[in-house]
């Protein structure tokens, strides 16, 4: 089995854990969880998204988060659907953007309403104004094991979006199980193959827990020779164009999962106890 000292933890809850919230949380509030997970000991933060506020209302205060994030000095992670979204960005000063395009044709269509052609036509003009501007780009590759529309994705599908990422030249690459129907064997199955087709890219595990396997899933990608994870502070999330499924694996419990097995987060645990408990009432 592989026990490295040392994983990260990529705190995705401020946007990917609050974005399907039919209620507005007021910024101020965002703010405060922001603030609090960087005191934890979070290096890299979700915290925005540049989409339109019509599609996604929860996230029409990104630049005023995006402004607090600049004065905490957080190097955090903004979420660029489109090139309008990435000028924005830059212009804001984010210093992390991250894109996505889903291996499922279907959710791909329903997502963003374009072809998984024309999304990484667009994303790969976007990577080349982001590394214009010298920005670390992340590219998502969702809906990688199943899809609701679909049934199986295939690894040739996941393939094909990561391929193209890394000739792009992703920093990494978020590799996730949208709907929380992933299980161990083919989570480990797929990162094994991602590592051994594209060895010199980094790769970071994304998973829902829908189905309650989400935490056997994060041991079998670490024993794949994953060592960055997603999750999302009290559990958070959900995504609104994939039908059932449920939050972001919750990032207090992957903490006391890895320190229990001697593998070094950097995250104060007990501090941490403090935010989920607000996190939760955000909601």
Request: aromatic share 10%; charged share 20%; glycine share 6%.
């Amino acid at each position: 089995m592989h026990f490295p000292k040392q994983i990260e933890i990529i705190e995705v809850g401020p946007r990917d854990g609050l974005q399907n919230e039919a209620s507005f949380v007021p910024t101020d509030e965002k703010k405060q969880l922001i603030k609090q997970l960087y005191e934890s000991g979070f290096q890299r933060i979700e915290t925005a998204s540049f989409v339109h506020p019509k599609i996604v209302p929860q996230m029409a205060d990104a630049q005023e988060i995006t402004s607090f994030c600049n004065e905490l000095g957080l190097d955090y992670i903004a979420l660029t659907p489109n090139m309008k979204a990435l000028e924005r960005a830059i212009e804001a000063g984010v210093p992390q953007i991250a894109v996505f395009v889903g291996a499922s044709e279907t959710f791909n269509q329903k997502n963003i309403k374009r072809s998984i052609a024309d999304s990484l036509e667009e994303c790969s003009e976007m990577f080349q104004q982001a590394k214009a501007q010298h920005k670390f780009i992340r590219g998502y590759v969702s809906m990688c094991f199943s899809c609701p529309y679909e049934g199986a994705i295939s690894y040739e599908q996941v393939k094909r979006v990561v391929e193209q990422f890394v000739k792009d030249g992703a920093d990494e690459i978020s590799i996730g199980d949208t709907n929380g129907q992933a299980n161990p064997r083919i989570v480990y199955e797929r990162f094994s193959a991602l590592k051994r087709d594209f060895p010199q890219t980094t790769f970071v595990a994304h998973f829902h827990d829908t189905n309650g396997f989400a935490y056997a899933n994060i041991i079998a990608a670490l024993n794949a020779g994953i060592e960055k994870f997603d999750s999302s502070i009290a559990g958070l999330g959900g995504c609104p164009f994939s039908p059932g499924a449920t939050g972001n694996v919750a990032t207090e419990k992957v903490v006391e999962l890895f320190e229990a097995m001697q593998i070094k987060t950097n995250i104060q645990q007990e501090k941490l106890k403090d935010v989920s408990a607000f996190a939760s009432n955000l909601v």
